[in-house]
């Protein structure tokens, strides 16, 4: 059963002014198509909040294009379980889903901690030079004083760990960490002071594993790493959630590990 958090609070919020910005005029499916991307990147991002709600007409005008795009934007972010759908042509934002928070970092687990072990087995110096650069940028007092920095470089850095996999598997495992980075987002904002720190040391510790060859080490490194922020995602949003299958895929996938 989906738990909508954004049904607890009795103000409902408005499109914010100025959150979204004109698209170049396209036609057809590909307007609808960069319409429904700007809202979901808003969505992913946080900025559209849960238990926003999106005016058909508000989002046309602010988008600047008809309302027959974004009619079918907003039906594609309702089959992909962003939006809800409400009386008067009006879309809300969702809220918080434990059961899709687990979902998502079980099959991140078991997925991502496979292709790191691939990837361990065949690095090469320009990935490994990649990967290394990354590493350093994420401890750099620029991704610590930008939130949103440290996001699109970790993103990188959880492509690059699987990107010998082939480009499919890291498409597949992009789109989950998209759906998640919205979970990670609301958790650790971006004020909670010293929130990078454990997460530098264990992407250091991972990268050390893989530099060694080490790919069954690697694995359970990485999926040891997504277990405990799913963890900590899940304590902070829904302490209520019970975590017992989070666990066994983490059992499940450092098992596997070990006996590579």
């Known amino acids: 059963m989906m738990i909508d958090r954004s049904t607890r609070s009795p103000n409902l919020m408005s499109l914010?002014?100025?959150?979204?910005?004109?698209?170049?005029?396209?036609?057809?499916?590909?307007?609808?198509?960069?319409?429904?991307d700007a809202l979901r990147t808003a969505i992913l991002d946080g900025k559209l909040k849960p238990g926003t709600i999106l005016s058909q007409v508000d989002v046309a005008?602010?988008?600047?294009?008809?309302?027959?795009?974004?009619?079918?934007?907003?039906?594609?972010?309702?089959?992909?379980?962003?939006?809800?759908?409400?009386?008067?042509?009006?879309s809300r934002v969702i809220g918080f889903d434990p059961d899709d928070i687990e979902s998502l970092y079980m099959k991140r687990i078991l997925l991502e901690s496979f292709g790191v072990a691939l990837t361990t087995k065949r690095l090469t110096p320009a990935l490994i030079a990649r990967l290394r650069a990354v590493i350093e940028s994420l401890e750099g007092d620029a991704s610590h004083d930008q939130f949103g920095t440290w996001q699109s470089l970790h993103r990188d850095l959880h492509g690059l760990i699987v990107s010998a996999a082939g480009a499919p598997?890291?498409?597949?495992?992009?789109?989950?960490?998209?759906?998640?980075a919205r979970y990670q987002s609301a958790y650790k904002g971006e004020h909670r002071?010293?929130?990078?720190?454990r997460g530098e040391t264990e992407h250091r510790a991972l990268f050390e594993a893989m530099l060694s060859g080490d790919a069954g080490r690697a694995a359970e490194l990485a999926a040891r790493h997504l277990a405990r922020t799913a963890?900590?995602?899940?304590?902070?949003?829904?302490?209520?959630?019970?975590?017992?299958?989070?666990?066994?895929?983490?059992?499940?996938?450092?098992?596997a590990a070990q006996d590579d």
Do not use: I
Request: a positive charge; charged letters at 30%.
């Open 16 to 36: 914010p002014p100025n959150l979204l910005q004109p698209l170049a005029r396209g036609e057809g499916r590909r307007a609808a198509v960069e319409v429904h």
């Open 61 to 90: 005008r602010a988008l600047e294009v008809s309302r027959t795009p974004v009619r079918e934007a907003m039906r594609m972010l309702q089959e992909g379980g962003l939006v809800s759908s409400e009386p008067n042509l009006r």
């Open 169 to 180: 598997y890291v498409a597949d495992l992009r789109e989950l960490e998209l759906r998640s």
């Open 193 to 197: 002071a010293g929130w990078w720190q």
């Open 231 to 255: 963890l900590e995602v899940l304590a902070a949003l829904a302490p209520e959630h019970d975590t017992r299958s989070l666990r066994a895929s983490l059992r499940f996938a450092t098992k």
